[in-house]
């Protein structure tokens, strides 16, 4: 649960996947408090034919690295340890490269862009 006051500039993306991923690291910046609770209260249900289960797309991917740079992005303008998220981005980009060259897709923007990040974050 969110305080509703959170959203004030806060929207989800309108996108087919991992559209949580762009806003919960702001929600959290954004968070005076924040509570866990070590309970059973939510209940995911995975169903056949979800987006979350099915084969990636060329927009999944592009989602994934994209909620992946913004988390980041955030992360480094709050000045906040980014140790967490650059091994998550890397991973995700060793990956996705990986499946676009399994399935001969490398004359895609999205492998393009892939091939180019390592390069930038190995100097930051």
């Known amino acids: 649960m969110f305080k509703a006051t959170l959203f004030e500039y806060i ?3 309108a996108l087919s996947s991992y559209e949580d991923n762009f806003v919960i690291q ?3 910046l954004k968070a005076d408090r924040v509570a866990y609770l070590v309970d059973n209260l939510y209940c995911y249900r995975t169903r056949g034919g979800s987006t979350m289960h099915s084969d990636w797309t060329l927009e999944k991917i592009a989602n994934n690295v994209a909620s992946l740079e913004e988390k980041y992005f ?3 303008l709050a000045n906040q340890d980014t140790a967490g998220i650059r091994g ?7 990956e ?4 676009l060259e ?3 897709l490398t004359d895609t923007a999205i492998y393009l862009k892939i091939c180019s990040r390592p ?3 190995a100097q930051h």
């Open 11 to 13: 929207r989800f993306p």
């Open 26 to 28: 702001k929600l959290y």
């Open 74 to 76: 955030d992360l480094v």
């Open 88 to 94: 998550m981005y890397h991973y995700g980009l060793v």
């Open 96 to 99: 996705h490269k990986k499946y």
């Open 102 to 104: 399994e399935r001969a």
């Open 119 to 121: 390069e930038l974050l």
